[in-house]
């Protein structure tokens, strides 16, 4: 089955330093990717939409200069937290799904959960 | 806006129990509705329904789908404490194909 490959899984920084996460798909190619946030105890929150070769689509209240998405390659997409504060730390999910099979679920990635201290 | 309404939010049962556990949904150009159920890490796709009436199964879990009512309803039978995770209800809309996810259901299976 599809396999969406996330890492690092845990992060911990200071505040005002970036942080990276990266999201591959392994074995298809994604032309879209998502990127998830979930807070203790709450569900998953879509954050953006990663499209490859072109911008992110981001939600409301999601600040598209603070969360950093590229896409470059159809299994590649990449989040980056910029000028990271604790506020941020949270559980980070990427998912994507092979586009070649229409009826194919969303797959996750295990997550990172990122500690701003 | 859509909307996804997962009840019970908790629930806790003795090994051996059925439990169901429900989703209703509001959702404009409705794709797809799936269940995931998440442990500590990222949630692990269970079921995916699009048709009303048709049940999935997969071991001691089963899930169907009612398109008319907009509702969905997952049962586990014979409960294991393995089984105890949060119960994750999405749906997927034409547009866009993000998931749109319920509170969860918090499962707790007691020995």
């Known amino acids: 089955g599809a396999v969406v490959s996330q890492h690092p899984s845990w992060v911990i920084c200071k505040s005002g330093t970036s942080v990276k996460i990266e999201c591959r798909s392994l074995?298809?190619?994604?032309?879209?990717m998502f990127w998830y946030r979930q807070f203790p105890k709450q569900s998953l929150m879509l954050m953006a939409t990663s499209n490859e070769g072109s911008k992110a689509t981001y939600e409301q209240g999601v600040e598209k200069d603070k969360f950093l998405i590229n896409h470059a390659s159809l299994t590649l997409s990449t989040l980056t937290v910029t000028s990271a504060h604790p506020e941020d730390s949270s559980f980070y999910i990427c998912?994507?799904?092979?586009?070649?099979?229409?009826?194919?679920?969303?797959?996750f990635g295990n997550g990172t959960r990122l500690t701003v201290t | 806006e859509d909307k996804v309404v997962q009840s019970p939010l908790s629930l806790v049962v003795h090994e051996g129990d059925t439990v169901t556990l429900n989703c209703s949904y509001e959702?404009?150009?409705?794709?797809?509705l799936l269940w995931y159920k998440q442990e500590k890490k990222a949630p692990t796709f269970l079921f995916m329904l699009?048709?009303?009436?048709i049940e999935k199964k997969s071991g001691r879990l089963s899930s169907i789908l009612d398109k008319k009512e907009l509702f969905s309803i997952l049962n586990i039978t014979a409960t294991q404490t393995g089984d105890s995770a949060i119960y994750l209800c999405a749906v997927e809309a034409n547009s866009g194909y993000a998931l749109n996810f319920g509170k969860g259901t918090s499962l707790l299976v007691t020995p």
């Open positions: 074995d298809f190619q994604a032309t879209t």
């Open positions: 959702v404009t150009n409705f794709r797809s």
């Open positions: 998912s994507a799904r092979d586009g070649t099979d229409y009826y194919s679920p969303l797959h």
């Open positions: 699009t048709s009303s009436g």
